[in-house]
């Protein structure tokens, strides 16, 4: 087995979701339908309430910065004028919502209407968040080491908490000391990674950051965060000069903590 040694500075293991610690297929084939098949209900019955305004004020807030993008789709104003008015407004939240997930954008506002969406599915155990079967034993080992564990995804914390605590292991959401989304700056951009620093109240090289996605990984990189790209089955494939410059890991038992025995 390969082994990877962290480096000793590292006390923060910071871990990405989608494509890391849990199959890109449940994402793809069981999150994001439910969405696009849900949506208009969800907004049909939820419109007047306080939650679903704000989710549709950041989405229009969203539709405004992206006018400019090929094949963006607006969000009109509100103009409370009868049944028909709500029923276009509606349709151009589902029509924005399926344009931005045709992309797979990870914008913040999107990512919060599809936390609050996934909320009843857990809830009611309609549906468990897939966790491939080395991450649970490998972050209980590291905590034992006393390593702290944080999550870093695009997906909202309220989205995170939910496949943390509803998943096909069980509740597992104590053994995270804390989540960060996109609220705190795009994964892409280096800025995240020194605000997640100064968040947990570490510098960035006590930081070991996990990921599927290089251009993640080497905006981590930038702001002096150690890295390891995530090879697990379904992601997308790396370069040849990807795959000599990074760390590799097929499976969080790869990680070798010198402190653990
Ligand atoms: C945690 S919510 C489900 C996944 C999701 O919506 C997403 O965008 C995952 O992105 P990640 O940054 O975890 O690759
Ligand atoms: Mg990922």
């Known amino acids: 087995m390969v082994v990877l040694s962290v480096p000793a500075e590292v ?4 871990l990405d ?16 339908p439910y969405i696009e ?17 704000q989710d549709v004020s950041l989405l229009r807030k969203q539709a405004e910065e992206d006018a400019h993008l090929d094949g963006a789709v607006p969000i009109p104003a509100a103009s409370g004028n009868g049944v028909d008015d709500l029923q276009q407004m509606i349709q151009a939240v589902v029509d924005n919502v399926c344009w931005q997930m045709s992309l797979d954008r990870k914008t913040t506002a999107l990512k919060q209407l ?22 649970v034993p490998a972050v209980r080992k590291w905590r034992e080491a006393g390593m702290k564990v944080y999550i870093y995804s695009s997906g909202s914390v309220e989205a995170q908490k939910l496949l943390f605590g509803h998943s096909t292991e069980g509740d597992i ?3 995270v000391d804390g989540h960060f989304d996109t609220k705190i700056g795009r994964k892409v951009e280096s800025e995240s990674y020194r605000k997640i620093a100064d968040s947990i109240g570490c510098s960035t090289n006590n930081i070991l950051f ?4 290089t251009r993640e990984a080497s905006a981590a990189e930038e702001a002096d965060v150690h890295v390891a ?16 410059y990074y760390s590799l890991i097929t499976s969080f038992s790869e990680l070798y903590l010198p402190s653990s025995t």
Do not use: S
Not at 17 to 32: M, Q, R, W, Y
């Open 11 to 14: 006390t923060v293991i910071l």
């Open 17 to 32: 979701i989608e494509g890391t610690t849990t199959p890109i297929a449940f994402v793809k084939d069981i999150l994001f």
């Open 229 to 244: 790209v995530v090879v697990r089955p379904g992601n997308a494939g790396l370069t040849d000069d990807e795959k000599t």
């Open 210 to 213: 996990l990921t599927d996605v």
């Open 114 to 135: 599809q936390g609050h969406m996934w909320r009843a599915a857990f809830t009611a155990g309609r549906m468990k968040a897939e966790f491939f079967a080395d991450v």
């Open 37 to 53: 098949e849900n949506v208009k209900e969800y907004l049909q019955t939820h419109w007047e309430e306080e939650e679903c305004q």
């Open 173 to 175: 959401l104590e053994l």
